[in-house]
């Protein structure tokens, strides 16, 4: 070909470090997989029944471009009793293909060429490539182990410039299982103010906080105005494949990214809305049985990372553990690769993540308790003859 058909923004950017690193021994019945982030649990049968039922009566039209009112009154009454975040349905709430496509709408919207977007680090791989795509540039405020990998004041001013725009938070954190208090906030918040910042806060493993209620930063005074929250149903309530999301904010902001929503993704499925729609009533059950088989495992297998040697804090939130593997003396991708290859046990390297995420594997405990107690049995073996 005489001319070069790719967009150098594409070019330029690393296929995702998560699905390329798992193409390795890929079809390998014999490996205990903790790499991806998708719960075990099936979607409630109520959930599923819904979706049934709606097919049945030939419910596969378009729904109006922000999604079905109905479903935005579910999502403003579930925010408000659950995290005492207060939306309008009809001008702040917008229905999105996944928290994904909010993310890439909340960027698209509010990133000029030029913008600095601030990502606090080690952090879930999507930020910075959109951010790039969206022809801003990205800074990573370093958070570390010592502090929980919790977001300080201190690390975000050390970052910000005159080009600052945007702070894309996500707590709990993947991969690190972080969780943000309202005392961790309140210090933050004042800077983001200070400096005119917006923010975006993925929040889509809000409701897995398991030794604390889930604080919001759009919930601290004067930051609901200047907050989007991003949030969706695959993580807590086992939808994953049905690619529902939202966003929430101020009416200005969420309509320009309406305006983009409407000429790409038109709206999210209307099947996966109906089954958000039952999730937000007879799915709050198996939801909340969900996230407490999640805190049992997660106690489980962080204990279980000890004793095989490998040093771990004690996540709060999501379902990730992010032990150190530094004992090993090996960088992240090899370690993740000789686990692989060695042990049977896929496990993401800390590499991926950004600053801070070397010295560390992400181990996903979103699966069953047997298939987990495997994996730690192989990983204490592999850690005695590693050391």
């Not at 182990?145 to 080009?163: C, D, N, Q, S, Y």
């Not at 309202?182 to 103010?193: G, I, M, R």
């Not at 088989?293 to 106690?299: L, T, V």
Request: aromatic share 8%; proline share 5%.
């Amino acid at each position: 070909m005489s001319r070069e058909w790719i967009a150098p923004r594409v070019k330029e950017i690393v296929p995702s470090g998560i699905r390329s690193f798992f193409e390795v021994d890929a079809g390998n019945n014999d490996i205990v997989s903790l790499g991806i982030g998708e719960p075990d649990f099936a979607t409630p049968e109520s959930v599923r029944a819904a979706c049934i039922r709606a097919l049945d009566r030939g419910e596969t039209k378009y729904t109006p471009n922000a999604g079905l009112l109905e479903l935005r009154q579910e999502i403003a009454g579930y925010l408000q009793t659950g995290f005492r975040l207060r939306y309008d349905p009809a001008e702040e709430i917008l229905v999105t293909v996944g928290s994904s496509e909010a993310l890439d709408l909340a960027l698209r919207a509010f990133t000029a060429p030029g913008d600095e977007i601030i990502i606090p680090a080690p952090s879930y791989i999507a930020y910075s490539p959109i951010a790039h795509l969206n022809g801003g540039t990205w800074v990573e405020a370093k958070t570390c182990a010592e502090e929980g990998f919790k977001l300080t004041a201190e690390a975000l001013r050390k970052v910000i410039t005159p080009r600052s725009k945007l702070l894309v938070v996500n707590f709990p954190n993947n991969p690190t299982g972080a969780v943000m208090t309202y005392e961790d906030w309140l210090p933050v918040a004042e800077v983001v103010k200070e400096h005119d910042l917006l923010v975006l806060s993925d929040e889509v493993y809000a409701e897995l906080t398991f030794d604390s209620r889930h604080v919001s930063p759009a919930s601290l005074p004067g930051m609901k105005e200047r907050t989007i929250v991003i949030s969706g149903f695959s993580k807590a309530f086992a939808m994953t494949g049905f690619r529902v999301g939202y966003a929430c904010g101020d009416s200005g902001l969420l309509a320009a990214m309406l305006k983009i929503h409407q000429y790409t993704a038109m709206c999210a499925p209307v099947l996966g809305q109906i089954a958000a729609i039952e999730s937000l009533g007879s799915g709050l059950a198996a939801k909340d049985q969900m996230v407490a088989a999640f805190k049992q495992r997660r106690s489980m297998f962080v204990a279980g990372l000890r004793a095989a040697g490998l040093e771990c804090h004690e996540p709060q939130g999501a379902f990730y553990a992010f032990p150190s593997i530094r004992r090993s003396g090996m960088k992240s991708e090899e370690f993740a690769l000789r686990l692989l290859r060695e042990a049977g046990v896929a496990a993401v390297p800390g590499s991926v993540f950004g600053a801070g995420g070397e010295g560390h594997i992400r181990c996903s405990y979103a699966a069953s308790p047997q298939k987990l107690n495997t994996a730690l049995t192989r990983m204490e073996a592999f850690m005695k003859v590693k050391m």
